[in-house]
C-alpha cells in the first residue's frame, strides 16, 4: 500500500520560504516520478513541479526560479523549496507519486497561506 504524507505547510508573509515534504512509504520513490500539484479555492488543480526517476525537473512556468524540487532516496522523501512566495502561492500543496504504467497515488495535502 502506497502512502504519501505532506508536512511543511503554514501560513507566511510574502516573500518569505517554505520546504514542504513528502514521506512515501510501500514504493520506492526512485523509480517513479515525483511532483507537486496545487489548488486554490475556486481552481483547478495544478502542477507545480516534477521530478522523474532519471532527476528531470519541470516547473510551471509561475514558480520558475523560485521553487525547487528534490529528493532523498534514502529517506524515500521528496522536497519543495520555496522561496520569494506571493500570495497567489497561496493554495493546498498535495504530493503525487506517478508509476512508470502512469497510475497516480496522492497525499493529503497540506495548506499553504501567503499573507500580502
Known amino acids: 500500500q502506497v502512502q504519501l504524507v505532506e508536512s511543511g505547510g503554514g501560513l507566511v508573509q510574502a516573500g518569505g520560504s517554505l520546504r514542504l515534504s513528502c514521506a512515501a512509504s510501500?514504493?520506492?520513490?526512485?523509480?517513479?516520478?515525483m511532483g507537486w500539484y496545487r489548488q486554490a479555492p475556486g481552481n483547478q488543480r495544478e502542477l507545480v513541479a516534477t521530478?522523474?526517476?532519471?532527476?528531470?525537473?519541470n516547473y510551471a512556468d509561475s514558480v520558475k526560479g523560485r521553487f525547487t524540487i528534490s529528493r532523498d532516496n534514502a529517506k524515500n522523501t521528496v522536497y519543495l523549496q520555496m522561496n520569494s512566495l506571493k500570495p497567489e502561492d497561496t493554495a493546498v500543496y498535495s504530493c503525487?507519486?506517478?508509476?512508470?504504467?502512469?497510475?497516480?497515488?496522492w497525499g493529503q495535502g497540506t495548506q499553504v497561506t501567503v499573507s500580502s
Open positions: 510501500g514504493r520506492r520513490i526512485s523509480i517513479n516520478t
Open positions: 503525487n507519486l506517478k508509476t512508470p504504467l502512469s497510475f497516480d497515488y
Open positions: 521530478i522523474t526517476s532519471g532527476g528531470s525537473t
